[in-house]
Each structure stands twice: as structure tokens, then as C-alpha cells.
């Protein structure tokens, strides 16, 4: 079975820290996806990776970053954490030809 | 971009009734996934219909596209308490990067 995990099932931060989510998966996956899912609003796509080192912008990008530097880890990063960044965090991995996404627990951030 | 639109938002049945949720998007597809949400988890992916199929059966589910009207829906027979959880469709187009659309969401409660 594909397990994905996330480092942290409940996180409070403070305005204006930087914060990092980390998301490890073991099944060798090519891509990587880091989404935030808000209530009324769904999940909607931060990030996504396709290989090691590579990145692309999802739908709202602004106010994150990512790394990826080994396949099995995709971290997201809050560069300075605000309130409007309080939400639930979910990773999600796919890969072996298959289409359909592994997500892992979810991090509940709140920023104070 | 919120691609899919799901209806009805909230469903409430008894246990032992069918519970149907329709799902609508507006671009061209390579797949449709249904995938499930218990209370504050991450996703679970249900099952995928391709572009090129109508319907599709797994267990107690069923699953309907149809792609000239951009619309799918998902049916769950004989519902149990435990299927009370929030349900989402997800889109996914060609190419290989594996990027989804997700919808809003239905959350279905079922009463025992």
C-alpha cells in the first residue's frame, strides 16, 4: 500500500514565522502535490513537482514555496506565515501509471 | 480555477437509502475521479472513470459520465452510517503531470 505522511497532523504558528510542512511518500512516485483546502472553496493546488528539482505553480502559489530535493520528500514552505495562511494542508503523491492520487493525513495549520 | 461543481452540497438520507451527487466541469477530460473525505483526514480515492467510458461499477458504487454534458455522478446503494463523509469529484486532463481539478465538494451524512 502507498502510504503518504505528513510531519505535523496540527500546527500553530505565529504571524511572520517561516514554516515548513514536510510530506514523504514511499512508493517512488513521480509526482508531488502540495493543496490547501478551505471549507466552501474545496482543495485547490499550491504546488506540484513532476521529478526531483522540478516545480511548478498551481492555482495559488503566491505566499509559498516548495523543495523537492530527494523524490520520496516534497516540503512547503511558508515563507511568512499570515492568518489568511491558517487552513488544511494535504500532500498528495502519484505515479506508477496510475492516475489517481495518494494523499497523505493533512496538516490543520493555524497562524496566530 | 475550480473546475468541478458539485450538487447537491449537503445530502442527509437513512441508512439503507441510495445517495446520488452529480458533478459538473467545463473543460475537456482525460479521467474523472471520485474520491472520499472522512472528518478531517485526507482523501481516499474511490474510483476513476476514463473519457471514453460511461459507467463504471466498484462495489456498492457507480459512476456515469457524460461527456456532452460535462457532468458525471456518483451512486452509492444501500448506504451505511460509516459512508457518512464528504465526497469529491476531480478532474483530470491529458498529459502527464497528473494534475487534478477538484470540485467542492457533497457532504453526505447517512442517519442509522
Known amino acids: 500500500d502507498v502510504k503518504v505522511t505528513q510531519s505535523s497532523r496540527y500546527l500553530v504558528k505565529r504571524t511572520g514565522e517561516k514554516v515548513f510542512l514536510e510530506c514523504v511518500q514511499d512508493?517512488?512516485?513521480?509526482?508531488m502535490f502540495w493543496y490547501r483546502q478551505d471549507p466552501g472553496l474545496g482543495l485547490r493546488l499550491i504546488y506540484f513537482?513532476?521529478?526531483?528539482?522540478?516545480?511548478e505553480k498551481g492555482d495559488i502559489p503566491e505566499g509559498y514555496s516548495v523543495s523537492r530535493e530527494k523524490k520520496e520528500r516534497f516540503s512547503l514552505i511558508l515563507e511568512s506565515a499570515s492568518t489568511n495562511q491558517t487552513s488544511m494542508y494535504l500532500c498528495?503523491?502519484?505515479?506508477?501509471?496510475?492516475?489517481?492520487?495518494?494523499f497523505g493525513p493533512g496538516t490543520r495549520l493555524t497562524v496566530t | 480555477s475550480q473546475q468541478g461543481e458539485e450538487d447537491p452540497q449537503a445530502l442527509s438520507i437513512q441508512e439503507g437509502e441510495n445517495a446520488t451527487m452529480n458533478c459538473s466541469y467545463k473543460?475537456?477530460?482525460?479521467?474523472l475521479q471520485w474520491y472520499r473525505q472522512n472528518s478531517g483526514r485526507g482523501l481516499v480515492h474511490l474510483i476513476l472513470?476514463?473519457?471514453?467510458?460511461r459507467e463504471k461499477h466498484s462495489g456498492r458504487l457507480r459512476v456515469t459520465l457524460d461527456t456532452s454534458k460535462k457532468s458525471s455522478s456518483l451512486l452509492i446503494t444501500a448506504s451505511r452510517a460509516a459512508d457518512t463523509a464528504s465526497y469529491f469529484c476531480?478532474?483530470?486532463?491529458?498529459?502527464?503531470?497528473?494534475?487534478?481539478?477538484f470540485g467542492q465538494g457533497t457532504t453526505l451524512q447517512v442517519k442509522p
Open positions: 512508493m517512488d512516485h513521480e509526482n
Open positions: 476531480a478532474t483530470g486532463g491529458s498529459g502527464n503531470t497528473g494534475k487534478l481539478i
Open positions: 473543460t475537456s477530460i482525460n479521467n
Open positions: 513537482s513532476y521529478d526531483v528539482k522540478m516545480k
Open positions: 498528495a503523491s502519484r505515479g506508477g501509471g496510475n492516475d489517481e492520487q495518494y
Open positions: 472513470i476514463r473519457s471514453n467510458e
